[in-house]
């Protein structure tokens, strides 16, 4: 027996149109409000706490744990519940969260602990969030749309990524990180409130609630496993995940301590990951139109690998326009990777498969960043930041071998 509404097709016309604006204004906001955190949370933990490398990864990993603690579960769980409701409910949750950071700041009771406990609640906020928001597009945007949608989408988020990490450090560094962080909390209740005015009835597949639950992940995870296409473009997302867990712990106590940058200067250089996204967004529809999708993401890839060398190579007064390059670079590979394998992924899955298949997906690619966050923390503390970073890199090279040594070596397009 099925329950809910079962309508996997999206609506037409206004309603569609309408439902997709709200879900792109929403995206976009909540965005802007997480390129803040992602610079105010590392530097309230080096500033007010004085943490090292290695307590600066923990709060990374326990940022992306969600990934590895339900990521599995995740498409089931986003498949019994309302997928609108079930996001705007994850929304509430993070702006809870988020809020507790100022409150305990101004108590004077604010602890590493609590950073880590805040991370890691968010991110299995996080991951129900991405599921149905991922799952939920094909509701309310016709197949044919897709890879424009999720180039709009992707190119919106690295926007924000762009203007939220330079406005996180220019505020930290003038009311300081703590009171930075309510801008997040403000940032997830307008997205909340977008997605509620969201036109029509709350889109989700057939829950099988008759199926056992570990049944229904198995089926998710084995699709994923036995595709021959999404197996290593899941590989190659996994290896760009764990070299980017390593920059994201690492990158923030580079450029305060190595480089001894102010904060602000630490935001703007971060903020060059959004507009390396923004840039990969708006190269890959007419990249994969020109060259064909398989071998879009193949040398797209490769030359995210090869441009992220710059950040360990960074040095004095190149430190700044080196760094940002690199990350500009690494940002823009992972971005065209992102959107042609997702797109990929929501046109060949069967709509009652899809939440299963994105959280399976979710499980290795962000399960990884929490690794890399680790292994980062761990590698700086011993062998220096910079050796951190070159290991990044390596990693980052994992990406286009598993493309290139896969059936998508020669062919021009992603097959079904």
């Given at each position: 027996?099925?329950?809910?509404?079962?309508?996997?097709?999206?609506?037409?016309?206004?309603?569609?149109?309408?439902?997709?604006?709200?879900?792109?204004?929403?995206?976009?906001?909540?965005?802007?409000?997480?390129?803040?955190?992602?610079?105010?949370?590392?530097?309230?933990?080096?500033?007010?706490?004085?943490?090292?490398?290695?307590?600066?990864?923990?709060?990374?990993?326990?940022?992306?744990?969600?990934?590895?603690?339900?990521?599995?579960?995740?498409?089931?769980?986003?498949?019994?519940?309302?997928?609108?409701?079930?996001?705007?409910?994850?929304?509430?949750?993070?702006?809870?969260?988020?809020?507790?950071?100022?409150?305990?700041?101004?108590?004077?009771?604010?602890?590493?602990?609590?950073?880590?406990?805040?991370?890691?609640?968010?991110?299995?906020?996080?991951?129900?969030?991405?599921?149905?928001?991922?799952?939920?597009?094909?509701?309310?945007?016709?197949?044919?749309?897709?890879?424009?949608?999720?180039?709009?989408?992707?190119?919106?988020?690295?926007?924000?990524?762009?203007?939220?990490?330079?406005?996180?450090?220019?505020?930290?560094?003038?009311?300081?990180?703590?009171?930075?962080?309510?801008?997040?909390?403000?940032?997830?209740?307008?997205?909340?409130?977008?997605?509620?005015?969201?036109?029509?009835?709350?889109?989700?597949?057939?829950?099988?609630?008759?199926?056992?639950?570990?049944?229904?992940?198995?089926?998710?995870?084995?699709?994923?496993?036995?595709h021959s296409v999404i197996r290593p473009c899941v590989m190659a997302s996994t290896a760009f995940n764990l070299s980017s867990g390593v920059v994201l712990a690492v990158a923030p106590v580079f450029l305060v301590r190595t480089a001894d940058l102010p904060a602000g200067t630490v935001g703007l250089v971060l903020a060059t990951d959004g507009l390396?996204?923004?840039?990969?967004?708006?190269?890959?529809?007419?990249?994969?139109?020109?060259?064909?999708?398989?071998?879009?993401?193949?040398?797209?890839?490769?030359?995210?690998?090869?441009?992220?060398?710059?950040?360990?190579?960074?040095?004095?007064?190149?430190?700044?326009?080196?760094?940002?390059?690199?990350?500009?670079?690494?940002?823009?590979?992972?971005?065209?990777?992102?959107?042609?394998?997702?797109?990929?992924?929501?046109?060949?899955?069967?709509?009652?498969?899809?939440?299963?298949?994105?959280?399976?997906?979710?499980?290795?690619?962000?399960?990884?960043?929490?690794?890399?966050?680790?292994?980062?923390?761990?590698?700086?503390?011993?062998?220096?930041?910079?050796?951190?970073?070159?290991?990044?890199?390596?990693?980052?090279?994992?990406?286009?071998?598993?493309?290139?040594?896969?059936?998508?070596?020669?062919?021009?397009?992603?097959?079904?």
């Open positions: 027996m099925t329950t809910g509404p079962q309508s996997t097709k999206p609506p037409s016309g206004t309603t569609s149109r309408a439902g997709f604006w709200y879900f792109w204004a929403a995206s976009g906001t909540s965005s802007v409000g997480s390129g803040i955190t992602a610079v105010a949370l590392p530097l309230i933990a080096l500033v007010a706490l004085d943490a090292s490398a290695f307590d600066v990864g923990l709060i990374t990993a326990a940022s992306y744990a969600g990934a590895v603690i339900i990521g599995l579960p995740a498409g089931v769980i986003v498949q019994r519940f309302p997928m609108r409701r079930l996001q705007v409910g994850m929304d509430l949750i993070r702006a809870a969260l988020i809020a507790s950071v100022p409150v305990a700041a101004w108590l004077d009771i604010l602890t590493l602990a609590q950073l880590v406990l805040v991370g890691l609640s968010i991110s299995l906020a996080n991951i129900i969030f991405d599921v149905a928001n991922t799952s939920y597009l094909p509701s309310i945007v016709s197949k044919e749309d897709l890879t424009a949608r999720n180039s709009l989408i992707s190119g919106t988020l690295a926007t924000t990524q762009l203007a939220g990490p330079s406005l996180g450090g220019l505020l930290v560094q003038a009311f300081g990180a703590a009171i930075t962080l309510l801008t997040d909390a403000v940032s997830y209740l307008l997205s909340a409130v977008l997605l509620w005015r969201i036109p029509g009835g709350a889109s989700r597949p057939p829950a099988r609630n008759h199926e056992p639950f570990t049944k229904q992940v198995r089926e998710g995870l084995g699709f994923v496993l036995r390396g996204a923004l840039a990969g967004a708006a190269i890959t529809t007419r990249l994969a139109a020109r060259i064909g999708t398989a071998r879009t993401v193949v040398a797209a890839s490769a030359a995210g690998g090869a441009i992220a060398l710059c950040m360990p190579l960074a040095y004095s007064s190149w430190t700044i326009l080196l760094f940002s390059l690199g990350q500009a670079g690494f940002a823009a590979g992972i971005t065209v990777l992102s959107i042609i394998t997702r797109t990929h992924r929501q046109s060949i899955t069967p709509p009652e498969l899809l939440p299963r298949v994105v959280a399976s997906v979710r499980f290795f690619t962000w399960g990884a960043i929490p690794i890399g966050a680790l292994l980062g923390g761990v590698i700086a503390d011993a062998f220096g930041t910079r050796n951190a970073l070159f290991t990044a890199c390596a990693l980052a090279f994992l990406a286009p071998l598993s493309l290139y040594f896969s059936q998508i070596r020669g062919t021009r397009d992603l097959a079904g």
